[in-house]
Nanobody
Framework: QVQLVESGGGLVQAGGSLRLSCAAS??????MYWYRQAPGKQRELVVA???????NYADSVKGRFAISRDNAKNTVYLQMNSLKPEDTAVYYC???????????WGQGTQVTVSS
């Protein structure tokens, strides 16, 4: 059974930092992602990372967020620095299963940045 479990969200002041974690289990994943969805907005891609470490960041987070991946633990981390109120959203971990191409999603973790 595939599971993605996020942790690390919370409330932080603008300019602060948070680190999100996503532990995946039950399969092997080719690409892992962080998405976010703010109230009243569509879910948007924050960053993707392949199994060999190639990354793709949204322009809005470049230079502030950094993704890392531990393939041995099937875990990805999102280090978020210089947070802004507009980063407030529910952050979702997602993973693309290597064998089927199917996308799996975590339950989401709330990040709130106060001004």
């Amino acid at each position: 059974q595939v599971q993605l479990v996020e942790s690390g969200g919370g409330l932080v002041q603008a300019g602060g930092s948070l680190r999100l974690s996503c532990a995946a289990s039950g399969s092997i994943f080719r690409i892992m992602y962080w998405y976010r969805q703010a109230p009243g907005k569509q879910r948007e891609l924050v960053v993707a990372v392949t199994s060999v470490g190639t990354t793709n960041y949204a322009d809005s987070v470049k230079g502030r967020f950094a993704i890392s991946r531990d393939n041995a633990k099937n875990t990805v981390y999102l280090q978020m620095n210089s947070l802004k109120p507009e980063d407030t959203a529910v952050y979702y971990c997602a993973a693309n299963e290597a064998s089927s191409g199917r996308m799996y999603w975590g339950q989401g973790t709330q990040v709130t940045v106060s001004s």
